[in-house]
């Protein structure tokens, strides 16, 4: 059954989008992820993969990280570069990898060619958007699992496990960010540098996982909202969203599904 | 890797259910880290197991910034230059980690009334100072 929710009072219900696993997509929505992330970074405006990537540190910024804003900053930042994404391949929607469950990075995000080309979910340019290239900037991404000794190593099982236990927002945000950063220190290369990590794009598949881990346990914590007084905070995004914009995600056209199969109906 | 103890932290045996231990003010400019926390084990190192045998407390990753990409100035916290200054805080200003410990210090002999704590801290560079930096460290129980 298809997932409705009215997006507006003035709005008549809309069909929600489905965010799938990574690996529950099909070739042609894989085809279409990446030509919308490949179409995203051939534009020089703020329509581009790039201008996104650097909202999350260079050159501007504003990413939230080790405090209460760390899920509402990134829901928001993944609600904009979607629809992003959805400007260039209508009904695109971001995959989620799940670093619970996974061993190594999945095969759509580590295979080197796809579509007949270079894969750009594996390697992608570091283009600065606003900024002249300097020297010691990187140029494209790069990853190197393993690379500081004794990092934790996924499946993250039962960092998972921890975060969903706790019994309000402030420990669940704590708890998840442990997972949060195993798997960019995990990963390593340009995921493991704050500052740089989003021109990856398994990046959005690790953050789109997170903010599933938060939604599953917002489902079961309905009143587990963050502290109040940053719920009218403005986040720092393009355009700004205050963190109570966040909270539902069906008010922001999205749900996250195991599974879904759609056959044609008989008109 | 760099190896840091602790001076001795005063331990209560009252009737607390969780111990936290809060790791205050880390850094978090340079390269992401991982740290390793022992107790009452000054001696560990790299070829320590992570066991309750070694009193092994667990581990926090720290995912942080990489080196400065910016101008002279950019990774210095600025104070508010007004008091009307709404600008959102730097992104560099030191956060607090927390571990929870309560199994390994439960297990810690009856007659322990005070503990230092061990941390082995790896990042990517393998550096043996530097890797780890924060301005207190605090034992925090909960009844």
């Known amino acids: ?267 | 890797m760099q190896r840091w103890t602790s001076q001795a932290l005063a331990l209560s045996r009252n009737n607390w259910k969780r111990a936290d231990l809060e790791f205050e003010g880390v850094e978090h400019d340079g390269a992401s880290f991982v740290m390793h926390v022992f107790l009452n084990n000054p001696d560990a190192d790299d070829t320590t197991p992570h066991t309750a045998e070694q009193r092994y407390a667990g581990y926090l990753t720290v995912f942080a910034h990489g080196d400065c990409w910016g101008d002279v100035g950019h990774c210095d916290i600025p104070e508010p230059v007004s008091a009307f200054d709404r600008r959102p805080p730097h992104s560099l200003i030191p956060f607090d980690a927390t571990l929870e410990i309560t199994e390994a210090i439960s297990a810690l002999p009856e007659d322990t009334s005070e503990f230092t704590v061990t941390v082995l801290a790896f990042n990517k560079h393998d550096d043996e100072t530097g890797v780890l930096r924060f301005k207190e460290l605090t034992l925090l129980t909960y009844e």
């Not at chain 1, 493991?192 to 599933?212: K, S, V």
């Open chain 1, 1 to 267: 059954m298809p997932i409705t929710a009215s997006p507006a009072a003035n709005a008549a219900p809309a069909r929600l989008k489905v965010r799938k696993n990574i690996n529950a997509l099909n070739a042609q929505e894989l085809t279409n992820l990446r030509r919308a992330i490949k179409e995203s970074i051939g534009l020089k405006d703020k329509r581009s993969y790039e201008y996104f990537a650097s909202w999350h540190g260079v050159p501007l910024g504003w990413c939230q990280h080790h405090n209460p804003l760390f899920l509402p900053w990134h829901r928001a930042y993944l609600y904009w570069l979607e629809l992003a994404l959805q400007s260039q391949v209508p009904g695109v929607t971001l995959p989620w990898w799940d670093t619970s469950t996974a061993a190594a990075i999945p095969g759509p995000y580590s295979v080197a060619q796809a579509d007949g080309g270079d894969n750009i979910l594996a390697k992608a340019p570091i283009n600065v958007f606003g900024a002249a290239h300097q020297s010691g900037w990187p140029t494209e991404t790069s990853r190197s699992p393993g690379e500081v000794r004794q990092s934790p190593t996924p499946p993250f099982a039962q960092e998972w496990a921890n975060a969903m236990k706790a019994d309000n927002f402030t420990d669940f945000s704590r708890l998840i960010w442990t997972l949060h950063d195993n798997v960019h220190v995990w990963v390593g290369g340009t995921m493991g540098q704050l500052d740089w990590a989003a021109f990856d794009p398994l990046f959005f598949a690790h953050h789109t996982n997170i903010d599933r881990a938060w939604r599953i346990w917002q489902s079961a914590h309905p009143g587990g909202t963050p502290p109040a007084d940053i719920l009218d905070q403005s986040m720092q995004t393009d355009p700004a969203m205050t963190v109570r914009a966040v909270l539902d995600v069906t008010r922001l056209g999205y749900e996250y599904a195991g599974t879904q199969s759609t056959v044609p109906g008989s008109a």
